[in-house]
């Protein structure tokens, strides 16, 4: 449906819920030879995510982030220094 509706695919895909039935489709809802899926939920450590080879070849790209690449013990502490310096 989302493919029909935007032309081809969604150039970006952000999954938040962990759910790997939704990681799946935000990644499969992207747009060939372009489209990025950037996961960010954790799904639970049992959890299979599979998906068809043809939905690599075809050129899309699947990308993960924890905690938005934030490095808490060396950012962490600049981030609390702005806020408390408003």
Request: charged share 20%.
């Amino acid at each position: 449906v989302i493919a029909e509706k935007t032309d081809g695919g969604v150039d970006y895909s952000i999954e938040c819920t962990g759910n790997v039935k939704a990681m799946i489709q935000a990644f499969e809802s992207c747009h060939d030879g372009w489209g990025v899926a950037v996961l960010v939920g954790v799904p639970h450590s049992d959890a299979v995510f599979a998906t068809g080879p043809v939905n690599f070849l075809n050129e899309r790209t699947l990308k993960g982030t924890f905690f938005g690449n934030y490095k808490p013990r060396s950012d962490l502490p600049g981030l609390v220094e702005l806020y408390l310096s408003k």
